[in-house]
T-cell receptor, first 112, second 112 residues
Framework: GQQLNQSPQSMFIQEGEDVSMNCTSSSIFNTWLWYKQDPGEGPVLLIALYKAGELTSNGRLTAQFGITRKDSFLNISASIPSDVGIYFC????????????FGKGTKLSVKP | NAGVTQTPKFQVLKTGQSMTLQCAQD?????MYWYRQDPGMGLRLIYYSASEGTTDKGEVPNGYNVSRLNKREFSLRLESAAPSQTSVYFC???????????FGPGTRLTVT
């Protein structure tokens, strides 16, 4: 099955740093979603994007729906320790099924 | 509102045993989904139910069956468990007017 190319696979952050990650696809999506997963928990929806070029913020998080509709970006500003976890992008073609295609995740850890 | 709930939280099975994973949502959502999450693989769709009374296969349906018992409940059954089914299983639901899916806390299944 198709999967999205999400990068980087992992990164280390120091408190206060800005973080960027992205997802790319060979297919066009109608919707991009970004989730965060803490250890032992289910994914939690952070941001939903519905229009090409759309830029949406949720607190310190900002996500963009790429204008080609084949990519999306997530930025976290001024990171804090509770930002650690795994971030997943998901694309949706739309339609009545509404099935999501997930990236493999970007793991955020604190710099030792 | 409990959101999406899943039982059990943990389960250990021997090869060949059967079990049913339970999922319920109290958000009056129309669509429900079952995913499995394996290390480095992201989330993969097993089965989904676009509405009460309908179910369809996802990307990795082999070895599983589902039942949409009513609008609230969607169960996943393993008839004869295999070690390859060791995974974390997530249930999700979606209202239908958007593509945002909301996840339960997961069931961690080990098959020995």
């Amino acid at each position: 099955g198709q999967q999205l190319n999400q990068s980087p696979q992992s990164m280390f952050i120091q408190e206060g740093e800005d973080v960027s990650m992205n997802c790319t696809s060979s297919s066009i999506f109608n919707t991009w979603l970004w989730y965060k997963q803490d250890p032992g928990e289910g994914p939690v929806l952070l941001i939903a994007l519905y229009k090409a070029g759309e830029l949406t913020s949720n607190g310190r998080l900002t996500a963009q729906f790429g204008i080609t509709r084949k990519d999306s970006f997530l930025n976290i500003s001024a990171s804090i320790p509770s930002d650690v976890g795994i971030y997943f992008c998901a694309g949706c073609y739309g339609g009545s099924q509404g099935n999501l295609i997930f990236g493999k995740g970007t793991k955020l850890s604190v710099k030792p | 509102n409990a959101g999406v709930t899943q039982t059990p939280k943990f389960q250990v099975l021997k090869t060949g045993q059967s079990m049913t994973l339970q999922c319920a949502q109290d958000m009056n959502h129309n669509s429900m989904y079952w995913y499995r999450q394996d290390p480095g693989m992201g989330l993969r769709l097993i089965y989904y139910s676009a509405s009460e009374g309908t179910t369809d296969k996802g990307e990795v349906p082999n070895g599983y069956n589902v039942s949409r018992l009513n609008k609230r409940e969607f169960s996943l059954r393993l008839e004869s468990a295999a070690p390859s089914q060791t995974s974390v299983y997530f249930c999700a639901s979606r209202l239908g007017v958007s593509y945002e899916q909301y996840f339960g806390p997961g069931t961690r299944l080990t098959v020995t």
